[in-house]
């Protein structure tokens, strides 16, 4: 692929900030989920494993967060007023691989060696060991309280940074996402902000809703004292105006974006077997030429 | 069983004792307020349980965070709050903050190496009159266990102070096996200097060797002095770093005395015996060992004072375990 018409932080200075709600258009943003998506497929096929479908559904979400939303300093993953981002759905992790590498929070050159033994950059994101995570995950369910800490702590020290936490849907299964919730609306964390990748699926059995039913995840979330907003996940106007439109950090009531997504979208073949690619199927072949030309046919 | 009348029962939880345990339960508020007067970044959370920092709480209300009863989340949000630079300290009922918290200790905490603080109170029998739910006697196996974790057992206050104070800047988490004599007990005229890694001698002798943790520590003591009128020399000693542990103490003690009795107020299996008898293996040094602690049975419901006698946590019943090991052929 090129990288003609897909924006890139890779040339801007180091230690530059990264403002909230800066300039880029809907087709940049839209460029760059597709450039995650076909990272997301090189980097698996260098592994030999992984999660395309669960990453595929929140390609958007990552784009406009990274891109446009958030405020970040280039190349200094720690620095103190940054807004924190914590994947709770922390086997979506390729994706921000080459994400955080373009915005330098660590040499492009690691994802070279990700999948191998030793590298810092896993199938679920560490924090002792990749720049740019805000905290590490891979027990569903506890990232959403860990991100009540962050924001009490951002209170506690005076500083206005927004922390984000993207949920799996399946994940609001878990019963500490609802302790989490409870405590975050009692302690007026307007600084919190909870995403609910809506995609449908769970990993182990199919359906999340099916398999256990979360529904209506906005009037259960508003039950617990918060804003909520849904919007189409997969959509970069949706995404933008959702977070454009976020109270102030200094607000009272904290905010949950259901971002109803497809599992697997952007890849046809795994749109409609959204499950299947969850976990232990690899794209080869035909499938993996197809699926690349489906996603490199979208970037304009 | 010793049986208490209802009078005895309620003069046990409005007893000068319990007073005065519950005044002490608020120098950990005291304390924690000082540090944080010094410090700055020491934050308090608890899981209804905010009586246990009342002056915390009051001084430090912007570091101080009530959970309600939702220990998993507490213990989440303390890693995030440790995350972003305080030392954030959970006081939560041992059996609920360790037994139903291990996970997000070991994945949120310990794992991420986070200056989480884990004081558990309540610790073995301590809230044994409430039911089989709230007995502790599997967390030392379950907190030594878990990779990065500082394991320490105040046997008094003053002990608690000195572990509190010293391990304050570690980079790491740190568990605090309260046992009810962390609060109440008297081991320590003063606070004692308590380094990383090592046990305290609270009395020597030359004849058997008595490792304890908490309340057995007060008890082996009074062994002890019973002993010492019978002309036999018993060395105490103060096991109050379980990780890392003191090998020397252990070693030097199966050289001198060749004797070892471990009593804790915990499961036999995984706690202060196992680990003894681990450093005795691990370093094939020949000493008698007896393990002495809870069985690992269904435990009995009562009082704890009760408990205690029961199970033989006693003077009377460390005096027979000493006299058992002192009649063993070497």
């Given at each position: 692929m090129t990288n003609s018409g897909i924006m890139t932080e890779a040339t801007t200075p180091a230690g530059s900030v990264l403002e909230r709600g800066r300039s880029a258009t809907t087709a940049e943003l839209g460029n760059r989920a597709e450039w995650i998506r076909l990272r997301t497929i090189d980097l698996i096929d260098q592994a030999g494993g992984g999660h395309y479908s669960s990453t595929f559904s929140v390609a958007e979400l990552y784009s406009v967060l990274y891109y446009h939303t958030m405020r970040l300093r280039h190349s200094e993953p720690k620095w103190v007023d940054r807004d924190r981002f914590l994947l709770g759905k922390g086997h979506a992790a390729i994706g921000l691989w080459p994400i955080f590498a373009d915005l330098g929070f660590f040499p492009v050159a690691w994802l070279d060696g990700y999948g191998t033994l030793g590298s810092p950059l896993t199938d679920h994101p560490n924090m002792r060991t990749a720049p740019g995570t805000d905290f590490s995950s891979g027990s569903l369910g506890h990232n959403l309280s860990v991100g009540v800490g962050i924001a009490l702590a951002g209170r506690a020290n005076e500083r206005d940074y927004r922390t984000f936490v993207l949920t799996g849907d399946g994940e609001i299964q878990e019963g500490q996402v609802w302790e989490a919730a409870m405590a975050a609306s009692h302690y007026g964390l307007g600084n919190l902000v909870a995403i609910v990748d809506a995609n449908g699926y769970a990993g182990g059995d199919g359906s999340t809703s099916v398999t256990m039913n979360i529904e209506p995840i906005a009037d259960r979330f508003s039950a617990f004292g918060w804003n909520t907003v849904e919007i189409n996940g997969n959509d970069i106007e949706e995404v933008v105006a959702a977070f454009d439109e976020l109270p102030s950090p200094s607000s009272k009531i904290p905010t949950c974006v259901i971002a109803r997504t497809m599992k697997g979208k952007g890849v046809k073949m795994m749109e409609l077997a959204p499950n299947a690619w969850h976990i232990g199927k690899l794209l080869t072949g035909a499938d993996l030429v197809q699926a690349r030309d489906e996603i490199e046919s979208r970037i304009r | 069983m010793t049986e208490l009348s209802t009078e005895e029962k309620m003069e046990d939880i409005f007893s000068e004792e319990s007073v005065k345990r519950a005044a002490q339960a608020r120098n950990i508020g005291a304390e924690l307020s000082r540090l944080n007067d010094v410090r700055g970044d020491v934050a308090v959370l608890v899981a209804d349980m905010g009586v246990v920092a009342g002056e915390f709480r009051q001084r430090h209300p912007t570091h101080?965070?009530?959970?309600?009863?939702?220990e998993t989340n507490t213990m989440s949000v303390a890693a995030g709050l440790a995350a972003e630079g305080l030392i954030p300290f959970t006081m939560l009922m041992s059996c609920f903050g360790m037994l139903k918290c291990a996970e997000q200790i070991r994945t949120d905490v310990a794992s991420n190496h986070l200056p989480v603080r884990i004081v558990a109170r309540g610790t073995g029998l301590a809230l044994g009159f409430f039911g089989t739910s709230h007995h502790t006697v599997e967390d030392i196996a379950i907190a030594r266990s878990i990779t990065n974790m500082t394991v320490v057992a105040p046997s008094d206050f003053n002990a608690f102070l000195s572990l509190v104070e010293s391990t304050i800047d570690l980079p790491g988490p740190v568990y605090f096996r309260m046992s009810s004599g962390a609060e109440d007990a008297s081991v320590y005229d003063s606070v004692p200097v308590i380094e990383r890694g090592r046990f305290m001698t609270v009395r020597p002798g030359s004849d058997v060797t008595v490792i304890a943790i908490g309340n057995g520590v007060v008890a082996a003591l009074g062994a002890a002095e019973v002993l010492a009128g019978e002309g036999v020399s018993v060395e105490v000693i103060d096991?109050?770093?379980?990780?890392?542990?003191d090998e020397q103490a252990i070693l030097r003690a199966a050289e001198h005395t060749g004797r070892i009795l471990t009593v804790e107020e915990h499961n036999v299996i995984g706690g202060l015996g196992t680990i003894v008898a681990e450093v005795l293996g691990r370093h094939r040094a020949p000493s008698l060992l007896k393990i002495f602690g809870l069985p690992d049975e269904d435990l009995a419901v009562s009082w704890p004072a009760v408990l205690i006698e029961h199970y033989g946590l006693t003077v009377t019943g460390v005096l027979e375990q000493l006299r058992q090991l002192l009649a063993e052929e070497k």
């Open positions: - | 101080f965070f009530d959970l309600g009863i939702a096991a109050a770093y379980l990780k890392p542990v």
